[in-house]
């Protein structure tokens, strides 16, 4: 007797090419060649499993809920906008002329305006991160508003927690937004500072409601941080120990911000809050009149679920094509797009020195698998590739040419592109640059360069094994 013979094998013969078929209408539609091939792919070869994966990650689904919010946030917030459009002073950037495309991208994009008169200090460690926070919020004689993907309360934290409840206690206002799942572990203890005074607001909340169920993968991945409308925190750190996760410890880089861009950090938290919750935060106790603090121009570049556009991919892209002399690239994920990959080389190849700084060890082994099947052709087509042997290097900055920066909490892979709420601050200044070169140097000296030579004498089940993790990587 034929197997298929049976009407139980051809139902399931029936749904599977149903399945694969229907992926041909589907899946190529608002989405890359590369992530479209890999979805099919699997789709083809495991119908059932692959539909049951793309149900539950492959569609950019919003909750109804969210997606209503989203359709009228730019409304919502446009007196936000343009009152950031009429504050003083606006920005020049006096780049240089080969960066006038990337310049133009910046200002057509027409989100938040480029300001001068800005401040830029950086800070590389937990416990100065902690020490600025208790100092700001102790002054803080309004608001306090923080944003982070995870946060908890233990022994590197617990003074800055200190300092909020303290803030609470003396009238100023302490909004904390933390992601849902980034902060599932510690979500019990971050509800009982309700009780404290501190309003806290779950990102991308888990619901079992049709209403309100979305793809579980959504997160809201930014670092922020705004103190009366004045001071803010823009970068990589998460608020927790370094060392919250066994065997690995964290090293990231913050921002302490100063001048008009602080209301661009403000009008991102107003817009995470009233998605969060449905209040809005558009009075003007929460956007005071900008006051210059020095000479930076840079300005405020947020992407995620409610942008439509992935701005900061694609200013990725604008750097490598501008550069004349260098790129430097600091991220603990590099699991690029086609077109990221390509400039990349392309940079290389036409003599800009292109450097990848890394960590060794990742914590998500399919991740460090894909990441490494990049390695071949990188380094023949000349890229640099250094990498942290100790500590999982997790800050996120682009260096270019020495003149313009980029930092914040985006990753190089297609979740930070498409998928994540993140947030970069663009800067035009040379003195912040230079800045973040020392922060470069200070990585580089810890990260042995990555030989040729070395990486051919890895063993071929590796070498299988990160070839198959690369059929992944649009996916990841």
Known sequence: MNALDSPIAQLYVLIEWTIRLAALFIVPLRRPPTAATAWLLLLFFLPIVGLVMYLLVGRPRLSRDRAEKIAHLAQTLRPITERLSRAEPQGSGNLPARFAAVDQMVRRWRQFPLFDGNRIGLIDSMDAFAAALVDGIDRATDHVHLTFYIAAVDRATAPVFDALERAAARGVVVRLIVDDFGSKETMRGLRRLARRGIAVGRAFPRSKLPRKSARFDLRNHRKLVVID????????????????????????????????????????????????????????????????????????????????????????????????????????????????????????????????????????????????????????????????????????????????????????????????????????????????????????????????????????????????????????
């Open 229 to 476: 409308g004045q001071v803010g925190y823009a970068g990589s750190m998460n608020l927790v120990h370094p060392e919250f996760r066994r065997g690995q410890c964290y090293e990231d880089l913050m921002l302490r911000i100063e001048g008009p861009v602080v209301l661009e950090l403000q009008a991102i938290f107003a817009g995470d809050w009233y998605l969060e919750t449905g209040l809005l935060l558009d009075t003007e106790r929460y956007f005071p009149t900008p006051v210059t603090a020095g000479h930076e121009s840079c300005v405020g570049l947020p992407s995620g679920p409610e942008y439509p556009e992935p701005l900061l991919q694609r200013l990725l892209l604008g750097l490598l094509h501008a550069a004349t002399e260098r790129v430097e690239i600091v991220t603990p994920y590099f699991v690029p797009d086609e077109s990221t990959l390509d400039a990349l080389k392309a940079a290389a190849r036409r003599g800009v020195h292109c450097e990848l700084i890394l960590p060794e060890s990742l914590d998500h082994p399919l991740v460090q698998l894909a990441q490494e099947s990049y390695f071949d052709e990188l380094l023949e087509a000349g890229v640099t590739i250094r990498r942290h042997p100790a500590r999982l290097l997790h800050s996120k900055v682009t260096l270019c040419d020495g003149r313009i920066s980029l930092v914040g909490s985006a990753n190089l892979d297609v979740r930070s592109s498409l998928i994540n709420a993140e947030f970069g601050l663009l800067c035009y200044s040379s003195e912040t640059a230079a800045r973040l070169a020392d922060q470069i140097e200070r990585y580089r000296r810890d990260c042995p360069r990555l030989s040729p030579e070395d990486w051919q004498a890895r063993g071929r089940g590796r070498i299988l094994a990160q070839n198959l993790a690369r059929l992944t990587s649009p996916l990841l």
